[in-house]
C-alpha cells in the first residue's frame, strides 16, 4: 500500500513538471517567433536601405554629367 502511495505521487509530481516543462516550451516559442518576426524586418530594412542607396549612387553618377546625356 505504501509502495502505491509513494508511486502515485512519483505520477502526481512527473505530471506537475511536465506541465512547467511545457509552459516555458510555450514560452520559448513565442519568444523564438517575436525574434524570428523582428530579424526579418530588419533584414527587410537593410534591403531596402541598400537598394535606395544604390539606386542614388547610379542616379547620381549619370545625372551631373553632360557627356553621359
Do not use: F
Not at 4 to 30: F, M, P, Q, Y
Not at 42 to 66: M, Y
Amino acid at each position: 500500500m505504501i509502495k502505491l502511495e509513494h508511486s502515485t505521487a512519483d505520477v502526481h509530481s512527473c505530471g506537475h513538471k511536465i506541465g512547467e516543462l511545457n509552459r516555458e516550451i510555450a514560452t520559448l516559442e513565442a519568444k523564438l517567433d517575436t525574434k524570428e518576426k523582428l530579424l526579418q524586418e530588419a533584414l527587410d530594412r537593410i534591403k531596402s536601405i541598400h537598394d535606395d542607396s544604390t539606386q542614388q549612387e547610379q542616379t547620381d553618377t549619370h545625372g551631373n554629367d553632360p557627356e553621359v546625356d
